[in-house]
């Protein structure tokens, strides 16, 4: 197996195939600015998400990529609408197949990932992965707002109980026909 140091940007181009049946690894870094659908998820983040990757064949005989991605990201507090940073952590457990139903027959702990012959992106395979453990709406962990703005209702003062317009339909209903 061979490793590549962590400051190395990893290659966009792999055939993941041919990288498990030789048990390669690679750890390095991924340019966020190669992955618009993520920056476009999130308001900002760090240059560089950390990867690190494994390449092998199971058990039953799959072509698997297993590894870790991780990427420090800023999104909108869905509270106060201001930003709060996030650590997206991705495990990655995959198995190379051809079909979905080869996919399908898979153990429960791989994913499929459906590929044709040749190269793959790498890169569109973690962003994938960091999108899917982003979460659909992100808070700040402390509270940032006033828990009194919070309330859902408002108290009606017993003034405002004789504007009500629907009075008249009250006494409607109750006058006999």
């Known amino acids: 197996m061979s490793d590549a140091p962590l400051q190395t940007i990893l290659p966009r181009q792999v055939d993941p195939r041919k990288f498990a049946q030789k048990g390669i690894s690679l750890s390095g870094r991924v340019p966020l600015a190669q992955m618009p659908r993520l920056s476009e998820a999130v308001q900002s983040g760090d240059e560089e998400v950390d990867v690190h990757l494994e390449f092998g064949i199971d058990q039953q005989r799959a072509k698997t990529l297993k590894g870790h991605a991780r990427a420090s990201v800023s999104v909108v507090c869905q509270r106060c609408l201001q930003p709060t940073k996030l650590t997206l952590d991705a495990d990655i457990a995959l198995a190379v ?29 973690v962003e994938d992965e960091l999108l899917l453990v982003l979460p659909m ?41």
Request: overall charge negative; proline content about 6%.
């Open 97 to 125: 197949v051809w079909t979905e139903e080869q996919g399908q027959d898979l153990s429960k702990d791989l994913d499929p990932l459906i590929l044709e012959e040749g190269p793959t992106d790498l890169y569109q395979v």
């Open 137 to 177: 709406v992100a808070y700040h962990e402390e509270q940032c707002i006033d828990a009194a703005s919070l309330s859902a209702g408002t108290e009606v003062q017993d003034d405002k109980v004789s504007d009500n317009p629907f009075k008249v339909l009250e006494q409607l209903k109750g006058s006999p026909k």
